[in-house]
């Protein structure tokens, strides 16, 4: 239904007036400038129009030779005007377009690195990309020609059928009289225009998402050999986008037809009266040349107005993609009453958690659990029990649906979001690395941080050695998601991050799930130098990383079902000592050659 009322007239008109009071209307003042200069060479043409009758009467017919030399001087005087304003206006309206478009990437991209996590969750990074750059870009062309062409062919229109009228009312009546008939058509063209521009955005944003996972995923792509698949996928786009594209042409062409033929009614019916006027002495061929000079020359910004709507649509419907993700606030908030967090100890309670995702599915029941300060616990349990979400609740990536989750004493919904997170680190599986140089991935989250800083923590992270080797050492570039080192060398620089951080607290998600034995013996050793003196939460699918846990904690459908060391839960012999069997098997059987 949202999407249907954008095409209503309310809607329009609502979209138009909040581009102008949150966008627009700053640079009001740099407007004004650019329609002065538009106004000066509206009026020149217009001039140029009207000097016509001095030339042809004065000039041609009474053969006034000192007239002549004054046309000419003042027609070069009109054309250096005409330039200069023109110049004026067009860096005037460069620069309001710009800085518009500008305003509106930043509000953007600012509202995205504040969105909640679930928020990118549900989207594709390609379909976020899309909207900084087809959606902006249709935004920036719309600007750009809404402000010019709105200003320059308005007033252009505007002084030349003045100049008609006081030339002769009653002729220039007669030459406009069929121009509002056009305006109907004109309108239902734009919102025919506007669907077609929404539905190509759509496709476009498909397309980009399509080429950002094929180019990121062209390892699996060409290992799986399906190549054909993704031609397959991608043709299909491309023509779909292709269709609606020509199908944005005709649309837009439609103008043409119209706008044509009333003009060439309106010129025809000058032709006829003017001419019989002209014949029968009533008004002067130079009146007459420069009335259908002035007529002709309004036709032509008429044309581009009647298009303009056109490309006015198109920057609707960007703008309302764009205004309708920036509407979307997020839900993980500081509270009114929050205040910074200060950890002395860093334990971590439970109290009854459970959590829902917004689908609606039932993650976690009533969970609680005690982590005492400088206790390294460990979160084991089958594939989608919950442990990673537990995991997530602590730096409130999500918040709990009910209980409450305590570090210190205290609510960590209560505290600020910077001081809660700043006292987490976070290692994952998915090591996110930038395409930055190696000193700058580390130093991720502490800028300030000295080479000598950023040295120890390589060294501590078991990552120095190997830097070292680097073509450039530290200022080596990684490459996107640091493409160009192995996957033991991108996790110990994830580690040596966090190293760096030195934060109270520290949470492992599989840190070393998808490494080598070589590299995980590499990783762990950094591993154990980083959890000394932290309160550390592990996540891990190889029960042999959590062995030495002071506490393990079993999650089952979202529930606790056992906790306690890792010889308590071989004696209980329930889940734990299943999985620890069934990994023992899986490790000790002979891999099929």
């Known amino acids: 239904m949202k999407f249907?009322?954008?095409?209503?007239?309310?809607?329009?008109?609502?979209?138009?007036?909040?581009?102008?009071?949150?966008?627009?209307?700053?640079?009001?003042?740099?407007?004004?400038?650019?329609?002065?200069?538009?106004?000066?060479?509206?009026?020149?043409?217009?001039?140029?129009?009207?000097?016509?009758?001095?030339?042809?009467?004065?000039?041609?017919?009474?053969?006034?030779?000192?007239?002549?030399?004054?046309?000419?001087?003042?027609?070069?005087?009109?054309?250096?005007?005409?330039?200069?304003?023109?110049?004026?206006?067009?860096?005037?309206?460069?620069?309001?377009?710009?800085?518009?478009?500008?305003?509106i990437q930043r509000r953007l991209f600012d509202h995205f690195i504040s969105a909640d996590l679930a928020y990118f969750h549900a989207r594709s990074s390609?379909?976020?990309?899309?909207?900084?750059?087809?959606?902006?870009?249709?935004?920036?062309?719309?600007?750009?020609?809404?402000?010019?062409?709105?200003?320059?062919?308005?007033?252009?229109?505007?002084?030349?059928?003045?100049?008609?009228?006081?030339?002769?009312?009653?002729?220039?009546?007669?030459?406009?009289?069929?121009?509002?008939?056009?305006?109907?058509?004109?309108?239902?063209?734009?919102?025919?225009?506007?669907?077609?521009?929404?539905?190509?955005?759509?496709?476009?944003?498909?397309?980009?998402?399509?080429?950002?996972?094929?180019?990121?995923?062209?390892?699996?792509?060409?290992?799986?050999?399906?190549?054909?698949?993704?031609q397959m996928r991608a043709h299909a786009l491309i023509n779909s986008l292709s269709l609606l594209t020509i199908k944005g042409g005709r649309v837009r062409s439609a103008s043409h037809p119209i706008m044509e033929t009333l003009g060439g009614i309106a010129i025809v019916i000058v032709i006829l009266y003017g001419g019989t006027q002209v014949i029968a002495g009533n008004r002067t061929t130079g009146t007459f040349i420069s009335f259908i000079t002035a007529l002709l020359l309004a036709y032509e910004p008429m044309k581009r107005l009647a298009n303009l709507n056109a490309n006015l649509q198109e920057g609707l419907a960007a703008a309302w993609r764009i205004f309708s993700a920036i509407d979307l606030k997020p839900t993980i908030v500081n509270a009114e009453e929050a205040s910074p967090l200060k950890i002395k100890e860093g334990e971590i309670i439970f109290n009854n958690v459970g959590f829902s995702y917004p689908n609606g599915k039932n993650a976690l029941k009533n969970v609680s659990l005690d982590i005492p300060a400088g206790c390294r616990i460990a979160l084991v349990g089958p594939s989608g029990s919950g442990k990673s979400t537990l995991l997530n609740l602590i730096p409130r990536f999500y918040d709990v649906t009910s209980g409450a989750i305590v570090i210190d004493g205290v609510d960590i919904r209560k505290v600020t979001l910077d001081s809660l997170r700043s006292q987490i680190a976070l290692v994952s599986q998915e090591v996110i690395l930038f395409d930055d140089t190696v000193k700058a991935n580390i130093a991720y989250g502490k800028l300030e941080a000295s080479q000598e800083e950023i040295v120890t923590a390589a060294k501590a992270a078991a990552a120095h050695n190997f830097i070292m080797a680097l073509p450039q050492g530290y200022d080596t570039l990684v490459g996107e998601q640091g493409i160009r080192l192995s996957g033991g060398q991108r996790q110990r620089l994830s580690i040596a991050r966090?190293?760096?951080?030195?934060?109270?607290?520290?949470?492992?998600?599989?840190?070393?799930?998808?490494?080598?034995?070589?590299?995980?013996?590499?990783?762990?050793?950094?591993?154990?130098?980083?959890?000394?003196?932290?309160?550390?939460?592990?996540?891990?699918?190889?029960?042999?990383?959590?062995?030495?846990?002071?506490?393990?904690?079993?999650?089952?459908?979202?529930?606790?079902?056992?906790?306690?060391?890792?010889?308590?839960?071989?004696?209980?012999?329930?889940?734990?000592?299943?999985?620890?069997?069934?990994?023992?098997?899986?490790?000790?059987?002979?891999?099929?050659?």
């Open 4 to 103: 249907l009322n954008l095409f209503s007239d309310k809607a329009t008109f609502s979209l138009v007036n909040r581009l102008w009071h949150e966008h627009i209307k700053p640079y009001r003042w740099h407007i004004g400038g650019g329609l002065l200069c538009m106004a000066i060479a509206a009026l020149t043409t217009a001039f140029l129009a009207k000097l016509l009758q001095p030339l042809f009467d004065d000039v041609f017919v009474a053969r006034d030779e000192t007239m002549l030399f004054q046309v000419a001087f003042l027609v070069l005087i009109v054309f250096i005007l005409k330039g200069l304003s023109s110049f004026g206006e067009s860096v005037s309206m460069i620069y309001v377009g710009q800085k518009i478009i500008g305003d």
């Open 126 to 230: 390609g379909e976020l990309v899309s909207r900084f750059t087809n959606d902006v870009n249709l935004m920036r062309n719309a600007v750009t020609t809404a402000l010019t062409g709105m200003g320059k062919d308005t007033l252009s229109i505007f002084f030349l059928v003045g100049l008609m009228f006081y030339q002769d009312w009653v002729l220039a009546s007669l030459a406009f009289f069929v121009f509002p008939i056009a305006i109907l058509p004109i309108v239902q063209i734009g919102k025919k225009m506007r669907k077609v521009s929404l539905n190509t955005q759509e496709e476009m944003g498909d397309f980009t998402i399509l080429l950002h996972q094929v180019f990121q995923g062209m390892r699996i792509v060409k290992s799986y050999a399906m190549e054909t698949y993704e």
């Open 498 to 593: 966090a190293m760096l951080k030195n934060a109270p607290i520290l949470l492992l998600d599989e840190a070393t799930s998808s490494l080598d034995t070589e590299s995980e013996r590499q990783v762990q050793v950094a591993l154990d130098r980083l959890m000394e003196g932290r309160t550390t939460v592990v996540v891990a699918h190889r029960l042999s990383t959590v062995m030495d846990a002071d506490v393990i904690y079993v999650i089952e459908a979202g529930e606790l079902s056992e906790q306690g060391t890792h010889l308590q839960l071989l004696e209980n012999n329930k889940t734990y000592a299943r999985l620890v069997e069934l990994q023992f098997i899986a490790d000790a059987m002979p891999i099929a050659s």
